[in-house]
C-alpha cells in the first residue's frame, strides 16, 4: 500500500477533516474539540485516535485532559506528492493536453457533420524533416516490421498489418490499445501472426489500396477506417513525397478526406493531432536506425586478422 493512503483514508472524513482544520488553528484538547465540532466526545475521541494512527496528529495528556496538535510534516508531504501527480498528469505539450485539444476539435467536428460528404476535400498537410537517406525512409514507409514501429497514434499499438509497397497492393491496419497488447508499439511482423489475444479490444482498423509507389521519392496510398459496423467511415487519401537534403529527408505529406459519412465525425477530429503523432514516432524511428547503423563498429574476422599477421601484411580474404 502506498504510504499516503492511510492518510488520505484519514482525511477522507468530513468529521476528521473538521478536526485537523481546527488544529491547524493551534492545540486543543478532546473537549474543546467536540464543542467545536458539534459532535459528541466519544466520537471525537476515536476520530482523533483515527487521525493519531495515521500520523497526522500527536497528543499528550496535561493533568485530566489530552491535548492534540497537529503534525504539518506528513500533510506537506501529501502535498508534495499530490503535486507531483499533478505535474506528470499536466506537462506541457504533454497527454492532457493533447487529450483536450481533441475535445475541443471532437465537438467542432460532430456539429459540422451535417450530412454525408460533410469533411469532403478537407486536407491536412505535414513535414518532418528526417534524420536518414531516403531509401531508410522509405523502408519504414512500407515494410511491415518497420510500419509497425510508427504507424499508430500515441498509447496505441498495431495488431494487424499487411503493406503491399506496389501499384494496387493491398493495404490492412488494425491497431489497440497499448496496455491491453502488453506491448509498446513494436510488434514486429504482425501480419496473421494472432500475438493480440481475442478479447483485447480494437481500437481502430482500416484496410485500403497504394496507389503510387515509387522507391525513395512518393508514396500514395488511399485508406479507409471502418466504422463499428464495418463500413466505410471515410476515405483517406495520403501522399507522402520524400526529397533528399544534407541532413537526411525531407517528408512532406498530404492527407486529403473524400467519401465522410456523418459518422466519421469522430475520426476526422483526430486526424491532425494523431497522424502527426505518428510522424513523430517515425521520426524517432528512422533516427534511432541511423544511430545504430552509425555506432555499429566493423571489426575484422578474428580469423583474417591471424592470417594477415602470418602472411606478413600479405592481402588474405576472408
Known sequence: ???????????????????????????????????????????????????????????????????YALRPGPLRDLAATLGRLADTADPAGGSRETYDRYGLSLASERLAAEAPGWADDHSFRFHRSLAGEPEAVWRHLTETALLARWWAPDDLCVSDLAFEARS?????????????????????????TGDTADTDPVA???????????????????????????????TAHVDFTLRPTDAGTDLDVHYLIADSTVESADFIAGIEIGFGQCLDKLATAVGAARETTHDTPHHTPHHSRHTSARTEGKQVQP
Not at 168 to 190: K, S
Open 204 to 234: 481502430g482498423r482500416g484496410d485500403g489500396v497504394v496507389d503510387v509507389a515509387r522507391p525513395g521519392e512518393r508514396l500514395a496510398y488511399r485508406l479507409s477506417p471502418r466504422l463499428p459496423d464495418g463500413g466505410a467511415a471515410f
Open 1 to 67: 500500500m502506498d504510504d499516503a493512503d492511510p492518510l488520505l483514508i484519514a482525511l477522507a472524513d468530513p468529521a476528521r477533516w473538521r478536526l485537523v482544520r481546527l488544529l491547524a488553528e493551534r492545540p486543543r484538547p478532546v473537549g474543546v474539540l467536540a464543542q467545536l465540532a458539534e459532535a459528541r466526545q466519544p466520537q471525537t475521541t476515536k476520530h482523533l485516535q483515527t487521525l493519531e494512527r495515521a500520523g497526522v496528529v500527536t497528543s499528550q495528556r496535561s493533568g485530566q485532559r489530552r491535548v
Open 168 to 192: 494496387g497492393g493491398r493495404l490492412l491496419l488494425e491497431y489497440r490499445d497499448a496496455e491491453d497488447t502488453g506491448g509498446d508499439g513494436d510488434t514486429g511482423e504482425t501480419e496473421g
